[in-house]
């Protein structure tokens, strides 16, 4: 996922944000920014206030946000987050408070603002993304954490089971392991003579090595040829386009990961540069100029966190709320990067698209 200046709740008047909060950016002696995304972003993560007798009555839950992005990525999300909240019935800055740490693509900074949650005592974490997380479990034993757009839970440690967490940590799955193969079936669609495919993707992620297992499977029963094209950093990404220039690649598949979502405008490019068509998972990557993506719901599940941080702010134990997997997926097509590419997409797939983008 992605993140500028890390907002923080506090005094401050300034422009209004998407949901019509004052907001500003500005950065304190101490090195962390003062007000800007509070009003917008706070509403999507946060939860309806605990029992009376469950905590002090001069006191509000505080609830940090742990994100490897930027706020002005976050944006997107914002409306359906504040509408899930107003169903639930919280008051901003009443029933509520909210911290905000964002990394601004910088995931080598998240520990340290897990730190600065911890440290402020906020009563729980949303983490969004594999390294968020990563980095609050690090940080605290005893804040529960619910996490967001993760890979698999399971074998990235961050929970025993779906069915039973345990520990401190529950949330939502992307699924987005289980879609490789249905990601590569798409771009076989959109490329149909496309017979040797690039997986450009970080095997230094077990979430990655699980993606390109799973593109594996389909590759075989469409009879894909597939060209491993591993990066593990970002100067990686370049050199990583001439050697599927040398194997004679037709098309690509991203794995979706930290560091290729992070990197997502040069590959973009770089795919335009060498003319390969290219399948993602985010439609962020549709927006910024990618032929095609398949993937889970974003905001949806977004909408969903609210009710897990609402259930842990009134007793409920992190560890004992099952770990859920996405309802929703949308499939975003690019139709100009298609016509620059010579493709002609089938009126069947456009009218399956939850959105084209002319």
Avoid at 98 to 116: H, K, T
Avoid at 332 to 338: D, P, Q, R, S, V
């Amino acid at each position: 996922m992605e993140t500028g200046a890390q907002p923080q709740s506090g005094p401050g008047a300034g422009p209004a944000d998407p949901a019509g909060h004052p907001a500003r950016y500005g950065r304190s002696d101490s090195g962390i920014t003062r007000r800007s995304f509070v009003g917008a972003i706070a509403g999507s993560f946060l939860a309806r206030p605990l029992a009376a007798d469950a905590q002090p009555a001069n006191r509000i839950p505080r609830i940090g946000v742990l994100w490897a992005g930027t706020p002005e990525f976050a944006k997107v999300y914002v409306a359906a987050g504040l509408d899930a909240m107003r169903e639930l019935g919280w008051v901003e800055g009443r029933t509520f408070a909210v911290d905000y740490r964002f990394a601004e693509r910088d995931v080598d900074r998240l520990p340290n603002l897990a730190g600065d949650l911890v440290q402020l005592k906020v009563d729980v974490i949303v983490a969004a993304g594999d390294p968020a997380v990563r980095a609050a479990m690090n940080a605290t034993r005893t804040i529960p954490i619910v996490m967001v757009a993760v890979g698999d839970s399971v074998s990235l440690g961050f929970v025993s089971s779906l069915g039973r967490p345990g520990g401190t940590v529950t949330g939502l799955e992307a699924l987005s392991v289980e879609l490789s193969g249905k990601r590569l079936e798409f771009l076989k669609q959109i490329a149909p003579r496309a017979s040797r495919v690039a997986v450009l993707w970080n095997p230094d992620n077990p979430a990655g090595i699980l993606g390109y297992r799973e593109t594996e499977k389909v590759a075989a029963q469409i009879k894909v040829t597939l060209l491993s094209v591993p990066v593990r950093t970002r100067d990686e990404i370049e050199p990583a386009f001439a050697t599927m220039s040398q194997q004679r690649a037709e098309a690509m598949v991203v794995v979706t990961d930290p560091l290729t979502w992070v990197g997502r405008r040069p590959i973009i490019a770089l795919a335009a540069q060498h003319h390969l068509p290219a399948v993602y998972e985010m439609r962020e990557y549709v927006d910024n100029g990618g032929l095609i993506s398949y993937g889970p719901s974003l905001t949806d599940m977004i909408r969903r966190v609210a009710v897990f941080v609402d259930k842990i702010l009134k007793g409920a134990k992190a560890g004992d709320l099952p770990v859920e997997q996405p309802t929703r997926f949308e499939l975003f097509i690019n139709l100009k990067t298609a016509k620059a590419l010579g493709l002609a997409i089938a009126p069947s797939l456009l009218q399956r698209a939850d959105e084209v983008i002319q």
